[in-house]
Each structure stands twice: as C-alpha cells, then as structure tokens.
C-alpha cells in the first residue's frame, strides 16, 4: 500500500513546465512526501522532498497543499532527459524507516 | 564518491543454483536499503540496515533470501536455491540519515532460467 495515488501516465512538450500530482489524503502530520525518479535502466534517483513548505532544489519545485492532502512536483523546463517515472512517495517520521514505491507517473516528453 | 556499487550488474543462473548478489554503499552512509523491481510487483523493499545491523526484513519473501552486512561498506543479498520466479532486477541504496535521500545503485538484473 503506497498510499499516494498518481496518474498512471503525462505528456508534455520539450521546454514546457510539467506539474506532476500526487494525492495523499491520508497523509499523518509527521509524514514527508518525497520525490523520486527513474530514468529507462537505471535506479531511481532522488527529486525533491518536503513536509509542509513549499520546496525549490537545482530540478524542480515541489508545492504542498496547505492541508497536506496532495502536492505537486513542478518540472520547470522539460527536456527530452525528463522522460522517467515519478515516484511520488509518503514517508513516515516515525522510527520505521521505510520508502514505499507505487507504481508513479509515466511522464513522456515529446521533442 | 562513485556512488552505490553494485555487482554483477547481471546475472543469469540455472534454477537451484545460488546468487549472491553484492552491494558497496556510499562510505559514511548509516543506511543500506535492498529493493527488487519487476514488471507486476514494481519496486519492493526487501530488507535495510542502520549500521549494520538488519532492522526490517519483512519484505523477503521467503527463506531462500537472506542479506548480510558485515562491515559498513559491503552488503550481500543470497539466493539459495533460486527460482525462475526471483528473475528482477535489485537495486542497493544507501542514505546518509534516516531521513535524507537515498542513492541507488545501478542494480543487479538477474534472470533464472
């Protein structure tokens, strides 16, 4: 049980902002929402992650709804090398620490 | 630092045979994660450390597993016997805290025939 949910697949066009959802509705108040990704034949990589602030790192931008339900990870300029699967992931601050992958976003990037 | 290691990067195997699979984490990560990926079940968190020591292997699916890390720079994840079935591809991660991003490795792409 991921517990976030996505959509399965997302297209955009090369240098356009893409705005990746996620839905986490049962997020707990100590829960981290963290972004992977992974690129064709490689391990995911890490995005960016967040708990209730808004985020910006050097790859993207991460806004947290004000209630936390859901949140959206922000590709500002896509390019062809932004063709992975997002992994939009509910980390619990609690002592088990685990990073539960579902199944993400498919994000295709038409040249 | 070259990142997470990981060997071999593939692996083909007659069923019954042993697979030793080996990882080398990131030097001065506390964390080492084991994670296998297939097309049905996506990416699955087998077992993680916290230096060294293994704190929740519930997700190995049955005996035949097992992992080890005797030191804090080299992991090992055994098969024995393997099964067409353990045919994915695992991924080693480590992080540096419980909380920090985690970096994986190119994984290991074992097929058992």
């Known amino acids: 049980d991921a517990k976030t949910t996505q959509p399965n697949s997302m297209e955009s066009n090369e240098e356009e902002p893409v705005h990746l959802p996620c839905n986490h509705s049962?997020?707990?108040?100590?829960?981290?929402i963290h972004w992977y990704r992974q690129l064709p034949s490689q391990g995911p990589e890490y995005v960016i992650h967040?708990?209730?602030s808004n985020v910006n790192n050097r790859m993207a931008s991460l806004a947290i709804a004000e209630d936390r339900k859901s949140s959206t990870l922000i590709l500002h300029r896509a390019t062809l090398r932004d063709a992975a699967v997002y992994y939009c992931?509910?980390?619990?601050?609690?002592?088990?620490?685990?990073?539960?992958f579902g199944k993400g976003t498919l994000l295709t990037v038409n040249p | 630092d070259a990142g997470v290691i990981q060997s071999p990067r593939h692996e083909v195997t007659e069923m019954g045979q042993e697979v030793t699979l080996r990882c080398k984490p990131i030097?001065?990560?506390?964390?080492l994660f084991w994670y296998r990926q297939t097309m049905m079940r996506g990416l699955e968190l087998l077992i993680y450390?916290?230096?060294?020591?293994?704190?929740?292997d519930s997700g190995m699916p049955e005996d035949r597993f097992s992992a080890k890390m005797p030191n804090a720079s080299f992991s090992t994840l055994k098969i024995q016997p393997s099964e067409p079935r353990d045919s994915a591809v695992y991924f080693c991660?480590?992080?540096?805290?419980?909380?920090?991003?985690?970096?994986f490795g190119q994984g290991t792409r074992l097929t058992v025939v």
């Open positions: 992931i509910r980390k619990s601050g609690g002592s088990n620490y685990k990073l539960t």
């Open positions: 049962t997020i707990s108040g100590t829960d981290y």
């Open positions: 967040g708990l209730t």
């Open positions: 991660a480590s992080s540096l805290l419980r909380d920090s991003e985690a970096f």
């Open positions: 450390f916290n230096n060294n020591v293994p704190i929740d």
């Open positions: 030097s001065g990560h506390d964390y």
